[in-house]
């Protein structure tokens, strides 16, 4: 009986012992997202979502409102220094609604390794917008949310899809 407690028991540590995690070496070079988001964007799609309905399981949820307004117009530039911070933007509505109340300034990240809010100042004026997605930039594409809020509850969501100039 002895025997097989022992033999049961190194079983158990030698079980043990090779079960430990894997190193797992770099799959290629970090995406510096601030960077990645500078340069010059042309808005090319719109889409109005309804928070209310998602929430009840309604089936229309979303709905494309590019061709609604010229949303094409428009048209935003991140600008950043040599090193990738970012500096000044600049957004050019033309004919399209606006989706901030600024057109020029400053524009910082909430956080410069994972943002997910970019923040535009102009003076003391300071307007948020969300970061949608870090892998549609890989592809020159920059998702922008922003909520639309009744009584401190968001009711209606746009997502801004950017693409690269």
Not at 32 to 59: C, E, H, R, Y
Not at 81 to 94: E, K, L, R, V
Not at 102 to 117: I, Q
């Amino acid at each position: 009986m002895k025997h097989i407690q022992h033999t049961l028991f190194a079983i158990c540590i030698l079980l043990i012992w090779s079960c430990k995690p894997e190193d797992f070496g770099p799959i290629g070079e970090p995406q510096n997202i601030v960077k990645s988001i500078q340069g010059n964007w042309g808005l090319t799609k719109v889409t109005q979502i309804d928070q209310d309905a998602s929430t009840k399981g309604f089936p229309y949820k979303q709905l494309d409102i590019t061709a609604v307004y010229p949303y094409t117009d428009l048209a935003v530039a991140f600008l950043g220094d040599a090193q990738g911070n970012p500096t000044t933007f600049t957004i050019t509505s033309g004919n399209s609604p606006k989706i901030t109340d600024l057109t020029s300034g400053n524009w910082t990240v909430d956080n410069v390794k994972a943002p997910t809010a970019i923040s535009l100042k102009n003076g003391t004026v300071v307007n948020i917008l969300s970061i949608g997605s870090y892998i549609s930039l890989k592809s020159g594409k920059l998702i922008i949310k922003k909520d639309k809020k009744l009584n401190g509850k968001v009711i209606l969501s746009y997502q801004y899809e950017f693409t690269k100039k």
